[in-house]
């Protein structure tokens, strides 16, 4: 059973920083894409980043591109999302979900029936 584990979250001031931590289990770490996501009040779920599996690559939103980065540790099986100028828009809970069929540069596809999703982290900017 895939198991996703989110932290890190809290109340930060715009232009800070925060690190969430997504730690997965249940499957082999190493093959498969992981995608960070969120969720602002009334709005859609949307994609945030995701990492490739073996292949390596990594999508931002254009929203957070130059502000987000998006890493792994096989090891610990632990992705990580690195979260600098934050704005108050940036303001939702954020899951993290696995696997992602696809992620790259342009693009991250998943299957509504295989994909897993952790159970979230709130992340507020303040103004």
């Known amino acids: 059973e895939v198991q996703l584990v989110e932290s890190g979250g809290g109340l930060v001031q715009a232009g800070g920083s925060l690190r969430l931590s997504c730690a997965a289990s249940?499957?082999?770490?190493?093959?498969?894409?992981i995608g960070w996501f969120r969720q602002a009040p009334g709005k859609e779920r949307e994609g945030v980043s995701c990492?490739?599996?073996?292949?390596?690559?990594?999508y931002y939103a254009d929203s957070v591109k130059g502000r987000f980065t998006i890493s792994r540790d096989n090891a610990k099986n632990t992705v990580y999302l690195q979260m600098d100028s934050l704005k108050p828009e940036d303001t939702a809970v954020y899951y993290c979900?696995?696997?992602?069929?696809?992620?790259?540069?342009?693009?991250?596809?998943?299957?509504?029936?295989?994909?897993?999703w952790g159970q979230g982290t709130q992340v507020t900017v303040s103004s």
């Open positions: 979900a696995a696997p992602l069929l696809v992620c790259n540069a342009n693009n991250y596809y998943y299957s509504g029936s295989s994909i897993s």
């Open positions: 249940g499957f082999t770490f190493d093959d498969y894409a």
């Open positions: 990492s490739g599996g073996s292949y390596g690559s990594t």
